[in-house]
């Protein structure tokens, strides 16, 4: 809560939170998604307190596409770096 009011207060809409080792986690309620080069990377559930970041990419109805899927952990530079980044969670 303390990270979203904090976003908020500086008129962002969300904040992204990372682990211990610096490395991108999760939104405050959401879990997060790096799109790069035709792949999707999510960090694994070992590094994040979110346990649905793997809904999205292994659910039965997931429409096929070009995208590859893999769990991985990026530093916040490198969302820079990303052609997309995008967010999902039940409360969202």
Do not use: W
Not at 51 to 79: C, I, K, T, V, Y
């Amino acid at each position: 809560m303390l990270a979203k009011v904090e976003a908020v207060k500086s008129d962002y809409d969300e904040a992204i939170l990372l682990d211990d080792n610096g490395y991108v986690c999760e939104g405050t309620g959401e879990n997060i998604y790096v799109v790069r080069d035709g792949v999707i990377a999510t960090p694994g559930q070992s590094n994040s307190i979110l346990d649905g970041n793997h809904a999205p990419l292994d659910h039965p109805d997931r429409p096929r596409s070009r995208l590859h899927d893999r769990r991985a952990r990026h530093r916040a530079r490198e969302m820079y770096l990303a052609d997309e980044v995008f967010m999902s969670g039940t409360a969202c």
